[in-house]
């Protein structure tokens, strides 16, 4: 029973094996990749491993508190901004080796020419808030 | 309304569903229904009596649900208005339902789950907001694991241990949301203790309420772990602490020691210490000796070596933990909590910082920071 967060990146992971931007694919291979990630969350959900997963727009604004009473001072999006978030799936599982296999099965989605994208996934696990209370002596 | 007198109906009412014939899904969702139904009337028209008002009320919600579905699939060859007696239970009804929801078949958040919802009488609401997960996923894992059992035997004898492993798991988790699972998991593994008699059901159920009456004094009111040396013991519940004493006494007194009753041992030591200076760390020592001859966890032989270095200095402490694989977790932090006590603040600081970076809970982590940067600040001076 622990939570992972497997983040999906715009820029920063290394190339995955079939590393063909999506908007050179297909409408169909599009779509397919769509339907594959619908049916991964879905199967989760029916396992009883799902929490939450989010898509991310792929820019943002750095905001910074500016002093009092000023307004924060916002930044931004940076084109030399090395680590892109695309999105994530948070699971909550019995085991890291599970967590590991479905980040895998994630990472076979389909992409050009149908083929699994092969993408490099990032597998965060959560820190809980409190220690185990028999861990605490 | 008591909500843990009505919950603690719920393994006798499901029971007698399964007895008349219903099988084990059915029967406890028609109890899941009958409990919140009870929730609902019973604080403005409470019941002479309670159990017979759920067993009515779940045995009808359990036909209302297979009539509808009988209807639905057009058989009619099911259910009567009025149940045939059952068999007579050779083994105790609520043992079972312990059993059958700790099935080894199921993974550890399955029988978790079962657990809370078929013998707690926990709704899946409550359940997943204790392990903060959306209640659909919580409701998912728990039909899957009631499908996964439904073909088992409802009256064979199961092993006590697995149902022990899951209230374990369920103490651990202490208290999130607005659940309190360390209580809930002493409630269910006393009825247990009410089912059975056996000396690890009161090993795990001594060491659960040792654990429990530090409760209050384990973090400061900023939240912030307080470790055991430097807990106010005058917090600690000394009623909790003499009944968790009493029933390891009377389980170690049957001399078939096991994993729960050696931890107990080692919880009742520190328990029965008036400061933290007194403590009999050699008895500690060699609990875990024991502890280790029973278990092969590599986290016991990491305590022992705290405990090592408590009863014969930090020098010997860390000599046993140079024999550990210095991958295991919060191995650097026993090593700079070690250092330190040895009088190397460099050392113990830079460990400090690394258990910070490799803790598995904001709590330890904060904790494990704070311990670095009250080195870091001594040594700058």
Known sequence: MAKYLLLKHYRGAPASVNDVPMDQWTPEEISAHMQYMHDFAARLEKTGEYVDGQALAPEGTWVRYDGEGRPPVTDGPFAETKDLIAGWMVIDVDSYERAVELAGELSAAPGAGGKPIHEWLELRPFLTATPNVTECH | MNEALLRSLTPSVLAVLVRRGA????????????LIEALRVWPADPPRDAKGWLVTVAWRKFLDATRADAARRRREDLV???????????????????????????????????????????????????YLVPEATMAQ?????????????????????????????VFNEGYSGDVDLAAEAIRLTRQLAAAIDHP?????????????????ARTASDGSLVPLAEQDRGRWDTRLIAEGVAILQTALARDRLGEFQAQAAIAALHADAPTAEETDWVQIVEWYDELARLTDNPVVRLNRAVAVGEADGP???????????????????????????????ATAARLYAEAAHKAPNLAERDHLTRQAARLNARRSR
């Open chain 2, 141 to 169: 894992r728990i039909s899957r694991a009631k499908r996964t059992v439904s073909g088992v035997r409802f009256d064979r004898p199961g092993d006590v241990a697995t149902v022990l492993r899951v209230l374990y798991l």
């Open chain 2, 23 to 34: 099988d084990f899904a059915a029967a406890e969702d028609a109890v899941q229904d009958a």
């Open chain 2, 200 to 216: 690890e059901v009161s090993g795990l159920l001594a060491l659960m309420l040792l654990h429990h009456a530090r409760r209050a």
């Open chain 2, 80 to 130: 009567d208005e009025e149940p045939a007696p059952g068999p007579a239970p050779s083994v105790d009804d609520t043992l079972q339902l312990y059993f059958l929801c700790a099935h080894p078949s199921l993974t550890p958040s399955s029988a978790v789950a079962l657990t809370l919802r078929a013998v707690g009488g926990l709704t899946t609401r409550q359940i997943a907001q204790a």
């Open chain 2, 315 to 345: 020098r010997a402490g860390l000599a046993a933990l140079a024999a550990l694989d210095a991958s295991l977790p919060r191995h650097a932090a026993v090593a700079a909590y070690l250092h330190e006590r040895d009088g190397d603040l």
